[in-house]
C-alpha cells in the first residue's frame, strides 16, 4: 500500500496535537519549576522569549538541583559514559554448534559500536535526554552522520514531537514540528524537492525559517518518513527506513495515557510548596532587615520625601511628647523558626521524590564500595517498574538503532535480527548488574551448602553450566571466557599433568624391603 499523502497526515497529525495540548498546563508548570532554561512552552518555539530570564518565578532552586542529579544518576548508573553498559550475545535460536562463532562476532560489534557511540557524542545527548525524563516523556533522535559523526543523536525537546502508539502500546507514529531556515533546509535535506512556489517565496531572505512536519509512520510493514511545508500541502522529503529513528521513553505511564509522568510531576506540590514558603520566608527577611515603620500625620513628617536606609538622618520636629514619635518601627510578625522546619521537610520529600538521596552522610570523608552498592541497589528497588520501561523503551531501542545504521554504513554486517531470538541485548550497566548480585549471591550460598552433603551435593548443580551462568550475570564478555572444548582440553591437561608427578613420585620412593619370616 501507498504511503500517506500529506493532507492524511495533516489530518492525524492535528488530532494527536489536540491529545498532546491537554497536557500543556501540567508539563508547562513542571518545566517552569523544574528545568526552566529548557522549557518551550512559554513561547520560545515562537521566538518570543529567547534571552529572555527564566527564573522570575523561583526562589528555591531544588527542584532545579534535583532534577539534574536526576538525570546525572540515572545516567552513571544504566548509561555510564566511556563504558560499555550492554553486552550483545546470541539467543535461543542459534544452534549450539554456531554460537561460539556468534558470539565472537556480536563481541566485536559491540567493542564498535561503543567506540562509534563515544565518538558521536551520544553521553552529551542522553544527558539532556534524561532531564526531559525526569518530567515525564523523553525523546531521542538517532540519524546518520558524517565521518566525523558517523551517527547523530539528537535530544528533542518533547514540547516539539506528538505520537501515536499501535499495537501493545509501542510507539509506530512520530510528528515533529520544526523551523528551519530555508538555506538549512537545502543542506539539511539534499534529497529535497522543493517545489517553485516555495523556492522563490523565500529567494529574497534565504535565512527566513519555513515551519515544517516531520512525519515518521509504520505501515504495513514499512517505516516511512515524510517532511513536509506547514503552510500548503508540499511534500518536500519522502523516505523508506529500515528502522524508527525515534526513541520515545517514557518513565511512568498511567492507565489510559500515552504521555509519561516522571518524578518533577509527582514532587511538584511540594515542589510549588517549598518555592512559595521561601517567596514568603525572603519577603519576611527583607521586613526585618529593612524593617517597617509607622508615620504620624502631624502635617510636618511627610512620608513619601523620607528614605528608610542605613546612615539615613529624617527631619521630625519630635521625637516624643504628648503625642508620641513621629517616626516608630511596626512591631514584626511571623514565625521564622516554623517557616525553617517547614522549608526543611519540603526539601527533603523532593529530593527522596526524585531520587535525591545522598550515598553517604556529608560528615564522611570517604564512600566504601559497600555503601555505593547499596545505594545502587536502592535506587533500583526505588525506580520499580520505571528500570524495566528504560530498558524496553530507551536502552534496547537506541542499540537496535544503532546497529542497523552501522548496518546501512557497511560498518558490519547483520545476518542476524535484533529479537532476542537470534541477537539478545543485555545490560551490563552498574545498575543491572546490582539487580543481578541477588542472583549470583543465591547460587554461591546453594554452592557452598551442597558441597556439605558429601556426594549427594555434588550431583545436585551442573557444574559446567554453573560458570557460565555466574559469567552472565556478571556481565564477562564472551572473549574473556573459555568455550567447552578449550575447558575439555585444559581438563585433559591437567589430567595428564597429574598422572606424570603421580609417576615421578613413585619413581622417587625407595623401594619397599621384604619383611623377614620368622623361623618354623
Known sequence: MAELSVSEIKKRFKNSEAQKEQWRSIYEEAYEYCLPM????????????VGQDKMKRIFDSTAIHSTSRFANRIQSALFPPQRSWCRLTSGSDIPPERQVEVEQILDDYNEKMFSIMNQSGFDLAMGEFLLDLAIGTSVMLIQAGDETTPIRYTAVPSYQIC???????????????????????????????????VSDKYLED???????????????GFIYYCVSTMEGDHKLVSRTLKGMPFVISRYMVASNEKYGRGVALMALPDIKTLNKVTELTLKNASISIGGVFTAVDDGVLNPQTISIQAGSVIGVSSNGGARGASLAPLPRSGDANMSQILTNDLRANIKRMMLDDEIAPENMSARTALEIQHKITSLSENMGASFGRLISEC??????????????????????????LQVKIVPVSPLAMASNKDKVNDVLTFLQMSQQLGAVGGSLLKMDKVGDYLADMLGVPSSLRTTNEERQQIMEQTMQLAQQQMEMQQGQMPPEQPQEQPMG
Open 163 to 197: 505520537f501515536e502508539e499501535g499495537a501493545n502500546g509501542t510507539v509506530d507514529t512520530v510528528y515533529r514540528k520544526m523551523k528551519r531556515p530555508f538555506d538549512v533546509i537545502i543542506k539539511e535535506f539534499p534529497d529535497a524537492k522543493i517545489p517553485k512556489e
Open 395 to 420: 536502552l534496547v531501542p537506541i542499540v537496535r538503532r544503532t546497529l542497523e545504521l552501522m548496518d546501512e554504513m557497511g560498518i558490519i554486517e547483520l545476518p542476524l535480527k535484533i529479537d532476542g
Open 206 to 220: 534565504p535565512t527566513k525559517k519555513v515551519e515544517l512536519l516531520e512525519a515518521t509512520y509504520e505501515k504495513d
Open 38 to 49: 529548557r522549557n518551550l512552552y512559554d513561547g520560545y518555539y515562537d521566538g518570543n522569549a
